[in-house]
């Protein structure tokens, strides 16, 4: 079967956060995983929509007290989206 790829207009469709708050969380390892073809800043990024549904799933809480998860060794806090 073959995988889905995301770009970041269709994540900032999908879950209503602008472009630039996919980028910002790229730049500092708070979002999915994420692809760049080609190189420097005229790259393109995709994102697997499997590691997309991962992502989300790791995120899941059973209510507002849950502790905070850690994203790569760093503190939701550190990385929520304003």
Do not use: C, H
Not at 23 to 29: I, K, P, V
Not at 34 to 63: N, P
Request: glycine content about 10%; proline content about 6%.
């Amino acid at each position: 079967m073959a995988e889905n790829y995301l770009t970041p207009g269709d994540m900032a469709t999908l879950f209503k956060l602008s472009k630039a708050q996919w980028a910002r969380l790229r730049s500092e390892g708070g979002g999915p995983p994420f692809i760049k073809l080609g190189t420097g800043r005229g790259g393109s990024i995709r994102y697997r929509e499997s590691a997309v549904l991962e992502w989300l799933a790791a995120r899941e809480m059973a209510s507002t007290s849950s502790p905070a998860a850690e994203i790569r060794g760093r503190d939701l806090a550190e990385v929520a989206i304003p």
